[in-house]
């Protein structure tokens, strides 16, 4: 008999370890945030592990039928636990944040391209600095 079904049964939480939920919160915020679930190469990152500790820790998550993947297929990591029992995700030690956002001088119109050289149409009479 399925009591997931019957009214006022909640399913038990998944059971897993606090490394485990790591990872499972780590590839749903990745997948939230980018659109696309993370490789193997950007949970090694994260978690400054070698490649087959992070191979490892994919198969049991797959075994414990935490998460599921396609053979030969790239990207393909899917949760199989609702995220709402997922533990919040830790930051990694020593994980700098990027930014993709450039840096302007206040009061600054001058812009340059990556070589260096200034945008066209600047001119010395608008106001730019040397």
Do not use: C, W
């Given at each position: 008999?399925?009591?997931?079904?019957?009214?006022?049964?909640?399913?038990?939480?998944?059971?897993?370890?606090?490394?485990?939920?790591?990872?499972?919160?780590?590839?749903?915020?990745?997948?939230?945030?980018?659109?696309?679930?993370?490789?193997?190469?950007?949970?090694?990152?994260?978690?400054?592990?070698?490649?087959?500790?992070?191979?490892?820790?994919?198969?049991?998550?797959?075994?414990?039928?935490?998460?599921?993947?396609?053979?030969g297929a790239a990207r393909s990591?899917?949760?199989?636990?609702?995220?709402?029992?997922?533990?919040?995700?830790?930051?990694?030690?020593?994980?700098?944040?990027?930014?993709?956002?450039?840096?302007?001088?206040?009061?600054?119109?001058?812009?340059?391209?990556?070589?260096?050289?200034?945008?066209?149409?600047?001119?010395?009479?608008?106001?730019?600095?040397?």
């Open positions: 008999m399925n009591h997931g079904s019957e009214p006022g049964h909640v399913a038990p939480l998944p059971r897993f370890t606090p490394k485990q939920g790591q990872y499972l919160a780590f590839i749903h915020a990745y997948t939230l945030v980018l659109g696309r679930p993370p490789a193997e190469a950007d949970l090694r990152r994260h978690f400054r592990v070698t490649p087959p500790s992070v191979h490892q820790m994919l198969m049991t998550l797959e075994r414990a039928g935490l998460i599921q993947r396609q053979p990591i899917q949760l199989l636990i609702d995220p709402s029992s997922l533990p919040p995700l830790i930051p990694s030690r020593d994980q700098p944040v990027k930014t993709t956002v450039q840096r302007v001088l206040v009061g600054s119109s001058r812009r340059s391209d990556k070589a260096g050289k200034t945008s066209p149409g600047y001119s010395r009479k608008q106001g730019g600095v040397d």
